[in-house]
């Protein structure tokens, strides 16, 4: 062996089967009681911390400590082992816990909740580190540290616990009141904060002492970070999700990304000297606040978190726990003051916050109430304090019971003072315009792509397109020119694909581009898929996470009517947009909008010309497709300042005699009835959209005869209509109603199915 070479051996086969063993009963106790907790009302983590407390010296180590000490040795090497493992569920708690933090709704609620926020802080950070240095010295870890430890003391006094106030928000169906937005920011404000000022203390912690030099340097790396990461993090992590999204996309590589993003940040904050929890917590912060995060990513990595890491965290957290120690008379009169300490200070601080804020006794209680929750938070601090040599196994102690007393007092506190807050009327009008918001398929698209296929129609795609994007304007637009090699080798459709001349490609993008400047919608990205068929390399684009697809078809051109028997085998055998759209709508993965305008001398410059819809026909049969068109129809109206008509056919069946005929004007009349009701139900909902809308009913034979007929009676300029696919053979088929408007409508139509 070479000299200096240090040969690393493999874990043992003792220390491997000893750690799996660790966490098989660590897990399965902590999920257990975490189960059990939640039945009896009370947050998971404290049955979690209970299943350490019940494994650890205090209950098992007293009844069998033998099989205690067999299970979980007083061994540093294997300690250590159990402790990468918690400290991983650290790291994805702080991640998870940055996803829920919603900067938008601090910065909505700014005054009150920095407000309560301060006072929240403030008030238990000064009367924990008043406490903090003057408890006896016996209680500290190093009596030369006071400085370090009280500052420790004080931060652990300040932190809250976003998740159980969020939770009896929820379970409360109070979490969009006024007042849960306000406990909700007021924690989340909390938080950052309490994260920033744990990273100065375990710095001066880290140096064992406390002087001017260190404090300045730790405060400006911490509040330099947050800076950084708060403006170029930003950035960057929205570039690298959006890299990653488009290049590879899927759940599991943006997954890995956020979590290489947060180990990695991790890892330099921990080399800066500032906790490595601020680094996870950071970028779980700006991975949510990404445009192109996917919901799924942060729902898997909570599954992990609850599931797996987090419960081993608090089981072995509870591990520590002596609650022999705590039963000594002095550290249990300890234990009740720093209790009443962190309980007093926090309610204070939170309800002069509220008071300075402008808010009633109730809100100020229900705040108080709620900022007193330290549960997982409080935890990963004390956690961050043994670690560090702050803490000694008492306090440590202490600071968790604190942790579990305030979790079990705060719900039902909380409950108590939220049901007395009365919801006033602004506040009314605002929940309900948030609720249909929430339901609404028009704010859901994130990111739409935008097809140019060459075909004329594609120009008033991109026209509502754009204005989709003036009423939307978080929505991500992207234009994908398809690169398809026709035989002729040309750029564009192949035969079969209504084979376009690249040349009208070259054409159109910029013309759609400054479709976009006009209506002064955010500039649109450009993409380039290639593709056998215009539709494969538009579904390949599509499979990266889209919401909507927008395509123009080609120019419609007038068909011979055939009986109703025969059509369904014409239908059959001929695509209703052409065989570039039709495999598109049959296959895409998200909800796709067509345009289909009619074949006639001068259609291309109509276009060019650019005229603004003034009425929009939306035909509705109460669905929910049928919602959605009128959703987009709102959008639509809103941007460009048009009405929409909402109608609804009746449709009537040929009479024979008399009886037959009073019969079906009985039914009729009721039909007119629940189709009124309907309308206007509907249009008060677009109207709380923001379009101008009227209602229509008429009656007819064939529901698409009367859409056609009232749409050139009324000198329509669009039709949106809301349709699903029927089975059958290979094209798309929305059923003949649909199919016959397409084909005979004397304006655009545009189909949407979602």
Not at 92 to 119: F, M, N, P
Not at 695 to 702: C, Y
Request: aromatic share 4%; with cysteine; net charge neutral.
């Amino acid at each position: 062996m070479p000299a200096g070479t240090t040969v690393l051996k493999a874990l043992g086969h003792h220390a491997l089967l000893l750690l799996l063993i660790q966490l098989c009963v660590l897990l399965a106790t902590s999920r257990i009681l975490g189960e059990l907790a939640r039945k009896f009302g009370q947050p998971p983590v404290i049955g979690e911390l209970a299943a350490g407390v019940v494994l650890g010296p205090s209950i098992l180590g007293a009844i069998a400590p033998g099989l205690q000490r067999s299970i979980f040795p007083m061994d540093q090497a294997q300690a250590d082992l159990l402790s990468v493992v918690a400290w991983l569920g650290v790291i994805s708690l702080l991640i998870v816990t940055g996803l829920e933090t919603d900067l938008d709704l601090i910065k909505r609620k700014g005054k009150t909740a920095l407000l309560v926020s301060l006072g929240g802080i403030i008030v238990p950070f000064s009367s924990g580190f008043g406490m903090g240095w003057l408890l006896p010295a016996h209680t500290l870890a190093h009596p030369d540290h006071r400085m370090v430890f009280a500052l420790f003391m004080a931060v652990a006094m300040s932190i809250s616990a976003v998740p159980v106030i969020a939770k009896v928000l929820m379970d409360m169906k109070l979490i969009r009141r006024d007042i849960g937005q306000v406990t909700l920011a007021a924690g989340m404000t909390d938080d950052t904060i309490g994260w920033i000022l744990l990273s100065v203390v375990a710095s001066l912690a880290a140096k064992g002492s406390v002087d001017g030099m260190t404090v300045a340097r730790s405060v400006l790396v911490a509040v330099g970070f947050i800076g950084l990461g708060l403006t170029f993090g930003r950035v960057l992590v929205s570039r690298i999700l959006t890299f990653i999204d488009t290049r590879v996309g899927g759940v599991n590589a943006q997954f890995s990304t956020v979590l290489v993003l947060a180990l990695g940040t991790a890892a330099f904050t921990h080399e800066m000297g500032i906790e490595a929890v601020l680094g996870a917590f950071v970028v779980g912060i700006l991975a949510g606040q990404a445009p192109r995060f996917r919901g799924e990513v942060g729902h898997a990595l909570e599954t992990v978190t609850a599931a797996l890491l987090a419960p081993i965290f608090f089981a072995s957290a509870g591990l520590k726990v002596h609650l022999a120690r705590l039963a000594v008379p002095e550290v249990f009169l300890i234990g009740v003051i720093v209790l009443s300490i962190a309980c007093m200070g926090k309610f204070i601080g939170a309800y002069l916050g509220a008071w300075a804020g402008g808010l009633g006794h109730w809100e100020r209680l229900a705040l108080g109430s709620g900022m007193n929750a330290r549960g997982a938070m409080e935890i990963i601090v004390a956690t961050v304090g043994l670690s560090l040599g702050v803490l000694t196994i008492e306090m440590y102690s202490i600071v968790v019971m604190v942790a579990i007393v305030t979790s079990l007092m705060a719900p039902p506190l909380l409950r108590w003072t939220l049901s007395h807050v009365k919801v006033s009327a602004d506040e009314a009008e605002r929940l309900e315009r948030e609720h249909i918001s929430s339901q609404s398929f028009l704010r859901s698209l994130k990111r739409v792509l935008l097809v140019v296929s060459g075909a004329p129609s594609s120009l008033l795609a991109g026209r509502l397109t754009a204005w989709l994007g003036k009423a939307q304007k978080s929505t991500e637009i992207a234009v994908l020119t398809p690169k398809v090699q026709a035989p002729s080798g040309r750029l564009g459709f192949r035969k079969d694909d209504s084979l376009i001349d690249s040349g009208d490609l070259e054409k159109l993008t910029p013309t759609i581009r400054k479709q976009f400047q006009a209506v002064e919608t955010a500039p649109p990205t450009e993409v380039r898929r290639n593709g056998e068929t215009v539709s494969e390399a538009v579904l390949g684009e599509a499979r990266t996470g889209y919401d909507l697809i927008v395509m123009g078809s080609r120019p419609r051109r007038p068909v011979p009517r055939t009986p109703l028997l025969g059509s369904a085998v014409d239908v059959a055998t001929r695509a209703l947009f052409g065989p570039a759209v039709d495999p598109v709508i049959r296959q895409s993965p998200c909800a796709t909008l067509v345009v289909e305008v009619a074949a006639g001398e001068g259609i291309m410059q109509q276009l060019l010309d650019g005229r603004v819809p003034r009425k929009i026909v939306v035909p509705t049969i109460g669905t929910d497709y049928s919602k959605h068109a009128l959703e987009v129809a709102c959008g639509l109206a809103v941007a460009c300042d048009a009405e929409i008509l909402l109608m609804h056919v009746i449709a009537l069946q040929e009479r024979e005699g008399p009886e037959s005929y009073l019969l079906d004007r009985r039914h009729e009349s009721a039909a007119r009835d629940i189709a009124e009701d309907m309308l206007e139900h509907e249009a008060e909902y677009g109207r709380k959209l923001g379009a101008k809308v009227q209602t229509r009913v008429v009656e007819g034979l064939a529901a698409q005869d009367e859409i056609v007929r009232l749409a050139a009676a009324e000198s329509a300029d669009l039709v949106v209509m809301g349709s699903n696919l029927r089975p059958l053979s290979d094209r798309a088929f929305f059923g003949p109603s649909v199919d016959e408007v397409v084909k005979s409508c004397p304006c655009p139509v545009a189909v949407l199915t979602s």
